[in-house]
T-cell receptor, first 114, second 114 residues
């Protein structure tokens, strides 16, 4: 069974530029999550989708971050414009459903903002 | 809001010695509790999960954890450390339900001395 796929694996941009990350969850997984992991910290939830609807985006900085999962399968996370403090690893995870199911994580995208 | 505290950002043990990684959570109701492991430049892998079925949970790679409601703890143990156990370990909590994004602790870096 293929795991959660993410691309790109690494990205370097200058501040005020925009960037987009892509995630393809495990086939059949209805729930998709995006987490931000700053160096030396645990991951922090940014947004949770159930199929193509947003369940929780309370910690998403909506002035610069956006995410979509239009067809209920893959998802994109965008930052525009980027700030230095956005340097982090962005992790995508998926699960069969909400309610305590195991979340499977992708390898992450490491973003460096200079 | 729920929170997770991991005592000790770094833990060092000798190969063959007992591993004990501490995790305390704050929650008004029994949550779902997880331990994840992260190897360098990789995503997170689930070690084990507590979902109220049994207080002692056995996971992969010889790890286990005990849920103690009275102490709001979920400490991770392994009887005999192996060099391959060197990694970052994260404790996480979820309330289940529809919005079940994980809240992670800051992580504990496990160092294995030869």
């Amino acid at each position: 069974e293929a795991g959660v796929a993410q691309s790109p694996r690494y990205k370097i941009i200058e501040k005020r530029q925009s960037v987009a990350f892509w995630c393809n969850p495990i086939s059949g997984h209805a729930t998709l999550y995006w987490y931000q992991q700053i160096l030396g910290q645990g991951p922090k939830l940014l947004i949770q989708f159930q199929n193509n609807g947003v369940v929780d985006d309370s910690q998403l900085p909506k002035d610069r971050f956006s995410a979509e999962r239009l067809k209920g399968v893959d998802s994109t996370l965008k930052i525009q414009p980027a700030k230095l403090e956005d340097s982090a690893v962005y992790l995508c995870a998926s699960s069969l459903g909400a309610g305590g199911w195991e979340q499977y994580f992708g390898p992450g995208t490491r973003l460096t903002v200079t | 809001a729920q929170s997770v505290t991991q005592l000790g950002s770094h833990v060092s043990v000798s190969e063959g010695a007992l591993v004990l990684l501490r995790c305390n959570y704050s929650s008004s109701v029994p949550p779902y509790l997880f331990w994840y492991v992260q190897y360098p430049n990789q995503g997170l892998q689930l070690l084990l999960k507590y979902t109220s079925a049994a207080t002692l949970v056995k996971g992969i790679n010889g790890f286990e954890a005990e849920f103690k409601k009275s102490e709001t703890s979920f400490h991770l143990t392994k009887p005999s450390a192996h060099m391959s156990d060197a990694a970052e370990y994260f404790c996480a909590v979820s309330m289940g339900g529809g919005a079940d994004g994980l809240t992670f602790g800051k992580g504990t870096h496990l160092i294995i001395q030869p």
